[in-house]
């Protein structure tokens, strides 16, 4: 199974930027449909994004299209996650997942979950 391991959170202003990154290990990184989770204080872990293997589709969460991308480089087994024009209600702890299937938002799809980074946007 792969281990993933998210790093790249912290403190932004509303309207600031933050990348997080995914470094996975695994013997079939390439095959993963990968996402992105989060979960904000007192409430259940909602879907982000997420991203083929190939990295040819992807999909977003309404409360983040336009604002956030998710991107994947294979030949160094690493998932990211650009995000832009950073709301309050963006902070929360940020979840890579990591699943061998179809792409979907469904947290009980996924086989495999980081420890999660930490995401504080202040107003």
């Known amino acids: 199974q792969a281990q993933l391991v998210e790093s790249g959170g912290g403190l932004a202003q509303a309207g600031g930027s933050l990348r997080l990154s995914c470094a996975a290990s695994?013997?079939?990184?390439?095959?993963?449909?990968m996402s992105w989770f989060r979960q904000a204080p007192g409430k259940e872990r909602e879907f982000v994004a997420a991203?083929?293997?190939?990295?040819?589709?992807?999909l977003y969460a309404d409360s983040v299209k336009g604002r956030f991308t998710i991107s994947r480089d294979n030949a160094k087994n690493m998932v990211y996650l650009q995000m832009n024009s950073l709301k309050p209600e963006d902070t929360a702890v940020y979840y890579c997942?990591?699943?061998?299937?179809?792409?979907?938002?469904?947290?009980?799809?996924?086989?495999?979950w980081g420890q999660g980074t930490q995401v504080t946007v202040s107003s």
């Open positions: 997942a990591a699943r061998l299937g179809r792409l979907t938002t469904h947290m009980g799809e996924y086989d495999d």
């Open positions: 695994g013997r079939t990184f390439r095959s993963y449909t």
């Open positions: 991203i083929s293997w190939s990295g040819g589709v992807t």
